[in-house]
């Protein structure tokens, strides 16, 4: 019988791919071997050997990566990840650690990308929830970084992460609320309401107004790109009565807006979501669900804003947190306009 020169090549390359498979399983079991005793270098040796010979080795290209980065060399690491999402791009760990190196390397944008593709494909992996929100918070996206390390502080539960997570949001003044109210209160105790007891507080009074701020984030570390808190204005001596601003929609709609213009600022966007009347003891007037953005590049601010008053007088309460936030304070915020007390003035 005489073979084709074609035929006999297709059987001495099977014959070489099967010598191949049987050299590569006793490697693989001894590379996994080293990796279970945490004997990283070996196990790195034994996966090269392996790769050269299958270089499409998808657990070998991915171990091989992770040793390195166990052993500090983040530079083949990287290169390592890169090779094995390559290889096989819907595997989440991979994504997870490559974002870690990219982190470290301050390459933020890039390790953002990463975490997000991890959670793309795992949408409960604590640690990539962990790990974006750093990032954000180092990239100074503050609401989107809470919202992360929230998620990751729920998904993470009684852990030692856990523990981390919860410190870092008290860190920066967004630790897990207790559940617990306490009763704020403004100088002369005349305005009062119901709000989380770890809240912190600042207020001041004049001839004219009472103000009362009470905000989750400590005072200590307020930035001007957001809050999330209480804001209580009383508003003495109107030169306008109330049944008239009520009457007077332009006024109302242009309340915030004229406030920003005194300080040299200017409202970019305004939007009413939902209204309706409210009455506090002798005080009526309205309450609304208000979306609004100071400028084009502010992070979008959602707001019960409340108005009431009398003949010459207004109380105003506004409860305000970031739109991408909004849904976590909603209950918090409607039980604290639940419990709004107002005394008449006297």
Same mark, same amino acid.
């Given at each position: ?21 049987q +050299? ?11 990796? &279970? *005793? ?8 034994l ?7 299958? &270089? *499409?080795?998808? +657990? ?7 040793? =390195?980065?166990?052993? !500090?060399?983040?530079? *083949?690491?990287l ?6 999402? &390559?290889?096989?791009?819907? @595997?989440?760990?991979? @994504? ?5 190196i ?27 929830y962990?790990?974006?929100? #750093?990032?954000?918070?180092?990239? !100074? ?9 929230r ?5 993470g !539960? ?12 008290a ?5 897990? &609320? ?9 100088d ?9 007891? +770890? ?29 999330? /808190? ?6 003495? *001596?109107?030169?306008l009565?109330?049944?008239?601003? #009520?009457?007077?929609?332009? =006024?109302?709609? /242009?309340? =915030? ?7 040299? /600022?200017?409202?970019?966007? %305004? ?32 707001? %019960? ?23 976590? %304070? ?17």
């Amino acid at each position: 019988m005489i073979l084709r020169t074609g035929a006999l090549g297709a059987i001495l390359m099977l014959a070489a791919i099967s010598s191949h498979a049987q +050299e590569l399983a006793p490697l693989m079991v001894e590379a996994s071997q080293a990796l &279970a *005793r945490k004997d990283y270098a070996v196990a790195a040796d034994l996966y090269t050997q392996a790769l050269a010979l299958d &270089a *499409r080795n998808v +657990e070998a290209t991915y171990n091989r990566a992770v040793c =390195w980065l166990t052993l !500090g060399d983040q530079d *083949r690491a990287l290169d390592g990840l890169t090779a094995s999402i &390559a290889l096989a791009p819907e @595997y989440p760990a991979a @994504y997870l650690n490559r974002g870690s190196i990219r982190a470290n390397k301050k390459d933020l944008p890039a390790a953002l990308e990463d975490f997000t593709r991890a959670i793309t494909l795992d949408s409960l992996s604590m640690p990539a929830y962990y790990m974006r929100g #750093q990032v954000m918070l180092q990239m !100074g996206r503050l609401p989107e970084s809470v919202v992360d390390l929230r998620r990751a502080y729920a998904l993470g !539960g009684a852990s030692e992460r856990g523990e981390n997570i919860a410190r870092l949001l008290a860190a920066i003044g967004f630790a897990p &609320a207790s559940g617990e109210s306490a009763t704020f209160t403004d100088d002369r105790n005349a305005i009062s309401l119901s709000l989380p007891k +770890e809240w912190f507080r600042r207020s001041s009074d004049d001839d004219k107004t009472l103000n009362m701020f009470v905000s989750e984030q400590k005072v200590s570390t307020e930035t001007d790109m957001f809050l999330v /808190g209480a804001t209580i204005h009383r508003i003495r *001596r109107m030169s306008l009565s109330f049944e008239n601003i #009520q009457k007077d929609g332009a =006024w109302l709609a /242009g309340f =915030w807006s004229g406030a920003l213009e005194e300080e040299g /600022g200017k409202l970019h966007a %305004y939007r009413v979501v939902s209204s309706e009347k409210i009455s506090v003891g002798s005080y009526v007037g309205i309450v609304r669900l208000v979306e609004l953005r100071q400028s084009p590049e502010a992070h979008a601010v959602r707001m %019960y804003e409340v108005i009431v008053g009398g003949d010459d007088e207004i109380v105003t309460v506004n409860l305000e947190a970031p739109a991408i936030l909004f849904d976590e %304070y909603d209950r918090i915020f409607k039980r604290a306009l639940g419990s709004l007390v107002i005394e008449a003035d006297k």
